[in-house]
């Protein structure tokens, strides 16, 4: 092999040498970058089950709700209020939280509704939420502030540690005292309790029977009213007196803005 021939062979292995490592270099990074992308997936799944989630679902509700209801802003701080909701579960036995476990969370978020405005319901959540929806002088729990934020959302904790979850967690019927169950029934009691005047109750009238003992209205409910300071419980059997269709016309109504839908 000539001179020549050396220096281009040279030049060639030199060039594959810059290509190799080029290469290598390449590799390296996209390895670099699916070891970063795994490791975030990673802490989304495990944000996802320890509650970051359900932290961000909570202070964004309560901030939502504080800004349209001038009447609670006060005195009301949503990371106060997730903290003490939060100390009710966590390192505890998810089926073993106590109703009183929500004691705290109930002072920390206290709401006056006024008298008459109050309306309870049993197997009939849409129609009652849209009638309150559309009559905004009445309120199920739902439109309270802590009723607002829980709505719908799931939680728990583990006594191994500190964190909240959102997956695995105890279901309803799985153990009376888990942290779902326990929480509805101490806010559906201390809903009960601060009811006055006239009382509205929704009940389903398509179902043989619409009042059921074992429901959250039968069993907490109705044992927390004070008969001192209720006229009267006005019980509305929805499609049996009353069809959901005349009920829905009535709420789009302009001319009864705070008047019911089922005289």
């Not at 030199?14 to 290469?23: D, E, P, Q």
């Not at 100390?87 to 929500?102: G, M, N, T």
């Not at 007196?241 to 803005?257: A, F, G, H, M, R």
Request: glycine content about 6%; overall charge neutral; some cysteine.
């Amino acid at each position: 092999m000539g001179t020549a021939e050396r220096g281009m062979a040279m030049e060639r292995q030199g060039c594959c040498a810059i290509l190799n490592t080029k290469r290598v270099t390449v590799i390296i990074c996209v390895l670099i970058l699916l070891t970063l992308a795994i490791a975030g997936f990673a802490v989304l799944i495990r944000t996802t089950e320890t509650g970051g989630s359900l932290k961000y679902v909570f202070i964004t509700r309560c901030k939502e709700y504080l800004e349209t209801h001038d009447e609670v802003r006060v005195g009301i701080d949503c990371n106060e209020v997730w903290d003490a909701f939060q100390s009710s579960f966590v390192a505890k036995d998810p089926c073993k939280i106590s109703v009183e476990a929500y004691d705290g969370l109930m002072n920390t978020a206290k709401q006056k509704v006024p008298c008459n405005e109050m309306v309870f319901w049993s197997k009939t959540k849409q129609m009652a939420h849209k009638f309150t929806q559309a009559k905004k002088c009445f309120m199920t729990l739902e439109d309270t502030l802590l009723g607002f934020i829980m709505d719908g959302l799931t939680w728990c904790g583990s006594q191994d540690g500190n964190d909240t979850y959102t997956s695995g967690c105890p279901n309803w019927n799985t153990c009376e005292q888990n942290p779902v169950r326990s929480f509805w029934s101490r806010a559906s009691a201390h809903f009960a309790e601060s009811a006055c005047g006239n009382v509205t109750a929704m009940l389903n009238g398509s179902i043989d029977k619409p009042f059921s003992a074992k429901s959250i209205f039968g069993s907490v409910e109705i044992k927390k009213f004070n008969p001192m300071k209720i006229n009267y419980v006005n019980v509305v059997l929805i499609g049996r007196e009353n069809y959901p269709s005349t009920i829905l016309k009535c709420l789009e109504d302009p001319q009864k803005p705070c008047g019911p839908c089922w005289d």
